[in-house]
């Protein structure tokens, strides 16, 4: 089976010389395998027509074309399809009863489109893109019985309500104005507000403006919002975003709570929190825009160590080239060189928090991670060590130079991706080793002529990490780069920094929440310890498995290695390995 996808906002018919139409074979044969639309002038290709030749993918100057085989077998699993050269999806998740199902796949791949469907917002049009009204009727008959038959019977019999979290909770106070306490209210159909927002720490909140919440706070109103709902599958699209590891648990526990009386579906690109929060996962693979296929659900620890590996065994297919591997902390620090920053005795207030460091010192191409609750002061460090803070007391070594991703990040220009990295580092990013190393594994060479002011949160993520890597600098300041990048983008942008770092004799610091990014990336640990919104302090860096212990026996969670992958795992509470662990004072086991 032969599908040929256009990436529509890629497409632009008035820059270019109609490449695709011109070179293919077909075409220049007489046969009209492209077409061009009369209102758009984008070309339309033939799937029957066309002969795979690949021609037009490599001459189309926007790389908006994709070609693609796929097994004969997937025909019958087709649920749905957006136009004739659109984003088509293959199969479904099932929600089960009385259980977490887990959802891991990159951005791109119809987790979106999926959600719609099953929460009855989208009637699947089984790949019959002309078909205009499609049927809950025609979309039960076509799928063998079993679960996905009998959830898409209830939603025809009107039997099944549906809450969803949404994935970008930073969107929240643009669709609401007014108080915490007035959204939720608004949404309590279980009137459990007190007990949920208690739960989940909100609850000092409710007279607080929504416009003046947190990324940490956003999240959790949108996890209270949704929990209040008084519905049968629960749906919450990356429930970890902007949560510090001590919240990302207390949500696990929330959430394997609700499966016990309710279906719930999670997607999660944290793979600590899948791991342990979940009971089963279907991996999603395919072609970011072009098509999405779930795999039927495997447990947990084999789907996240096959998404590592990059291999499906059962489906006999790869969706990586490479395998994510874990380095042992130990063997890191022997390419590490003298300092490059150093610092002590920091201190700053900001209203009624206040910031403390001990000594610390930072080594030529070293990668130190920096942990720690929320609200304990890691942005105000940053923010001192980039200049845009001046410290109360203390000293630093200035003489380094900085380049610096803030938090949360902007684009702030109207122009196109590729001219927004022409104004920033002008030639330096279509350097060969910045492109294969930096560029190309976040895959922001496929987003060079969108406009960096339509770009979504992941996108967005990914050039501004490019931008931050492709600068001239001493030291890299990255703060929370992980988030809005799926599982697979997270890996690639963790080895991407370790890989600038070491071929340049450059070092960083790299602020994050999530524990397989920072053991990735890290050398040494920089540890944030107080209570947030009032005090911070900032100890180290430490080495790698000190930092970790140090900062889990905080949170009061151990970790273990997986005996095939290598990767972190954290230990079901009071286990019996939690309980050796903890015993030991090895909170984490490297």
């Known amino acids: ?44 290709i033939s799937e029957p027509l066309c ?41 479904l998740p099932a929600p089960r009863e009385k259980q977490v199902v887990g959802i891991l796949g990159q951005n791109g791949m119809g987790k979106s489109t999926a959600i719609n469907i099953l929460s009855g917002a989208l009637v699947p049009n089984l790949g019959d893109w002309l078909n205009e009204e499609p049927t809950w009727t025609e979309a039960v008959e076509t799928q063998p019985k079993g679960e996905l038959r009998d959830y898409f019977n209830d939603i025809l019999d009107g039997n099944v309500r549906v809450a969803v979290k949404p994935q970008y909770v930073d969107h929240i106070p643009k669709q609401f104005t007014g108080k915490v306490g007035e959204l939720l209210a608004h949404a309590d159909e279980r009137k459990a507000m007190d007990e949920v927002t208690a739960e989940l720490g909100i609850d000092h909140l409710l007279e607080r403006e929504v416009g003046e919440l947190s990324g940490g706070e956003l999240q959790r109103l949108a996890i209270a919002a949704t929990l209040l709902r008084d519905v049968d599958v629960y749906f919450f699209d990356e429930p970890s975003s902007y949560l510090d590891i001590f919240e990302r648990m207390r949500v696990v526990k929330i959430l394997q709570r609700l499966a016990e009386e309710h279906r719930v579906i999670v997607i999660e690109h944290d793979l600590a929190i899948l791991d342990v929060l ?4 279907h991996i999603v693979y395919g072609e970011r825009a072009a098509f999405g296929i779930f795999t039927p659900p495997r447990t947990t ?62 080594h030529q191409a070293e990668v130190v991670g920096v942990v720690g609750p929320n609200a304990t002061g890691k942005t105000t460090y940053a923010k001192i060590i980039a200049g845009e803070l001046e410290m109360d007391d203390g000293w630093c070594t200035m003489e380094a130079k900085i380049s610096y991703k803030p ?11 590729r001219e927004w990295l022409d104004a920033e580092l002008g030639n330096r990013w279509h350097q060969g080793e910045f492109q294969s190393r930096v560029v190309r594994p976040l895959q922001v060479d496929q987003l060079l002529e969108l406009n960096a002011q339509q770009l979504s949160g992941g996108e967005l993520q ?62 040494s640990l920089l540890v944030f310890e107080g209570e947030g919104g009032k005090h911070g302090t900032a100890v180290g860096p430490l080495p790698l498995k000190d930092g970790m212990n140090r900062f889990l026996k905080g949170v009061g969670i151990t970790f273990r290695r997986d005996h095939d992958s290598k990767r972190p795992r954290i230990n079901k509470e009071d286990s019996q390995k939690d309980r050796g662990q903890k015993a030991a004072g090895d909170y984490y086991y490297s």
């Open 278 to 281: 979940s009971d089963l996962v």
């Open 462 to 523: 990914a050039v501004s990490i490019v931008v931050c890597l492709g600068r001239e600098a001493d030291i890299y300041l990255l703060d929370e780069p992980s988030a809005h990048l799926d599982a697979n983008s997270r890996m690639e942008a963790a080895k991407a920094i370790r890989r600038t770092m070491e071929t340049n004799a450059k070092s960083a610091l790299v602020i994050d929440h999530d524990i397989y990014f920072i053991d990735i990336v890290s050398d």
């Open 51 to 91: 002969i795979g030749c690949g021609i037009c993918i490599h001459k189309c100057p926007f790389d908006a074309i994709i070609i693609q085989n796929l097994p004969a077998e997937l025909e019958v699993d087709k649920i749905h399809r957006y136009s004739q050269n659109g984003f088509r999806l293959f199969r």
């Open 1 to 44: 089976m032969r599908i040929a996808v256009l990436l529509e906002d890629r497409c632009q018919p008035k820059k270019c010389n109609h490449e695709c139409w011109a070179f293919c074979p077909p075409v220049l044969n007489g046969i009209e395998c492209i077409v061009f639309d009369d209102g758009t002038g984008k070309p339309i």
């Open 407 to 417: 938090q949360h990040v902007v684009a702030e220009h109207d122009c196109t991706v």
């Open 301 to 362: 620890r084999k789907a996240i160590n096959a998404y590592l590996d990059g291999f499906l065994a059962e489906e006999n297919v790869r969706i990586r080239d490479k395998p994510i591997s874990f380095v042992r902390g130990s063997t890191r620090e022997e390419a590490v060189g003298p300092a490059i920053l150093e610092w002590g005795g920091i201190a700053k207030t900001l209203g009624e928090f206040t910031l403390t460091t001990e000594e610390g010192q930072l």
